[in-house]
Structure formats: structure tokens, C-alpha cells
């Protein structure tokens, strides 16, 4: 039979929210996942989530405001022999004490080692942690957003042009997370994504797109044919 992987955006409370995005970190890893694997998301905000369905490895996105409740999942999938892996930026700064509640934590990016732990887990050697060497270039980004079939998120599609900021603000995760790597994705395939989302409001969910501005301005260009809406988030330097 095929091995199943359940992919998991907790909720911070277990509540039903009405207007949740779409979380896109899984579309990309359901693009980076083998073939021969079955992925189904299960999203808290907008459903419960059906432990015991049958379940091969548990892949939960954890942010620090979702953590308690992400603990109390992954527990909840162990007591019923599932292994987990734990990934996003809590599990990232604090790998220990993600370890006590799962198998394994990616540290920083998983997209160019999540094909390592599907490896790991098929063969019941996950390792406790998986960190990239060396962070690879953004042109291997496919989402697939077949994984959202059939969920009501917000009417907007989450589109990824760019990781990292040029600034290192002493409160903010982002440095902490990305270092003082800065990649962009090359534009056409930003577009030939955007037009196969097929959404009239896009948003750019690059922490600050006016990292690169030259950059920045050819994509905007780029944006203009397609008739669409879009916003994007900017340091309060943009002029």
C-alpha cells in the first residue's frame, strides 16, 4: 500500500476561523513529495482532524502562537504509533523542546531536504534533525495547490517571490531564521504560477519584497498584464 502523509496547520486554539489563507508551505511540499506518496492536508482552522485515519508520518507546521496546541497534536498521533515531524520557525529555534513532542524537526528551509525525511520515515529511520548545508536556489518552487481541493480559505492565492531581509532587527524571526541569505525566484515562473492559480487577488507573502528593489520593480512590471489585485508586505523605508 502507499505510504500516507498527513500535513497539518494546527490552529491556535482548535477554533474554526472564517477567513484562513491557504498555507502554502505544504503546496510546496506536496510538489517536493515522490510520486508513489499519498499527501492529504488536514487544516484545524477549517476542520478536525481525523487521528485515526490510517497515517504514516504526521508533518506539522508550527509557528510559537500554534505550539501548544501542534504539542498536543503530535502527542496525539504518537499514542496511535504515528511518527512526527515538526517544522517551521518554533520548532526551528527551539529543536529540544520540539524533540519531546516529535521524531524529527526540520531546522530553517525544508524544501530542499523534505525529500530526505519522506526517504527516512518510509523506512523507519527518521533522524531527530534535518537542517540544509546550504540553501538552495528558489527556481525548484512548484506548488501544488491540489492539496487545497475542496477547503474554503480565503479567495486569495499565496505566492512566494523572494526569502529573507536585508535588515537584521534585533526583534525580528526572519533574520534568525533565514540568516542573511536573500533569494528571489526568477520572474516568469512567479507569473506562470500566479496565472495558473487562476485567483484574482494575489498575495506576495515575502516578509519584505522591497528587500531587492530592482528586483522588486521587475516583478511589479511583470504584474501588470495579468489584471490582477495583489499585496505584499514592505518595510516603512519603501519610497
Not at 55 to 70: F, N, S
Request: hydrophobic share 45%; net charge neutral.
Amino acid at each position: 500500500s502507499l505510504m500516507r502523509i498527513a500535513f497539518i496547520r494546527p490552529s491556535m486554539t482548535g477554533a474554526r476561523s472564517r477567513d484562513a489563507m491557504e498555507p502554502l508551505v505544504f503546496a510546496i511540499l506536496a510538489a517536493l513529495t515522490p510520486r508513489d506518496v499519498e499527501t492529504v492536508l488536514y487544516d484545524e482552522r477549517l476542520e478536525s482532524i481525523p487521528f485515526d485515519a490510517p497515517t504514516d508520518l504526521a508533518a506539522i507546521t508550527v509557528e510559537t502562537y500554534t505550539a501548544r496546541r501542534a504539542y498536543q497534536i503530535a502527542d496525539a498521533y504518537r499514542a496511535r504509533g504515528v511518527p512526527v515531524v515538526m517544522g517551521g520557525y518554533h520548532p526551528t529555534f527551539l529543536p529540544d523542546e520540539a524533540l519531546r513532542h516529535a521524531d524529527a524537526v526540520v531546522i530553517g528551509d525544508a524544501d530542499g531536504i523534505w525529500p530526505d525525511v519522506v526517504r527516512d520515515a518510509a523506512r523507519g529511520r527518521l533522524h531527530a534533525r534535518y537542517q540544509q548545508d546550504e540553501l538552495p536556489p528558489l527556481d525548484r518552487i512548484r506548488p501544488d495547490r491540489h492539496i487545497f481541493a475542496g477547503k474554503r480559505y480565503a479567495p486569495a492565492a499565496l505566492v512566494q517571490y523572494g526569502r529573507g531581509c536585508r535588515y537584521a532587527c534585533e526583534f525580528c524571526s526572519i533574520r534568525a531564521f533565514y540568516g542573511s541569505n536573500l533569494r528571489q525566484r526568477p520572474v516568469d515562473e512567479v507569473v506562470a504560477e500566479i496565472r495558473a492559480a487562476g485567483q484574482k487577488h494575489v498575495f506576495l507573502v515575502d516578509d519584505n519584497i522591497f528587500v531587492d528593489v530592482p528586483k522588486a520593480k521587475e516583478l511589479f512590471a511583470a504584474l501588470i498584464p495579468l489584471g490582477i489585485r495583489w499585496s505584499c508586505q514592505v518595510s516603512i523605508d519603501v519610497t
